[in-house]
């Protein structure tokens, strides 16, 4: 089987970065220590904190990438 990088973004104006921290982690757990590639953090701005978590999830036979849209403008 092939694997696809993905990723789960968590971001917030207004929770602490505790918050943040705490629902990443949560995920990070749930989806285990093996699947894990990356955690990245990032402040856009003043105001948002961005927590991202990257992950390996298995495709399922015959099924070589995935793509999603991306959109820049948002």
Do not use: H
Request: charged share 25%; glycine share 8%.
């Amino acid at each position: 089987m092939n694997s696809v990088l993905k990723y789960e973004v968590f971001k917030s104006s207004w929770e602490s970065w505790d918050k943040l921290f705490a629902k990443a982690s949560e995920f990070a757990t749930r989806i285990g220590r093996e699947n894990l590639e990356n955690i990245s953090v990032s402040c856009c701005g003043s105001d948002q904190g961005v927590v991202t978590v990257w992950y390996w999830e298995e495709n399922g036979p015959g099924q070589m990438f995935e793509i999603n849209q991306v959109n820049f403008g948002e």
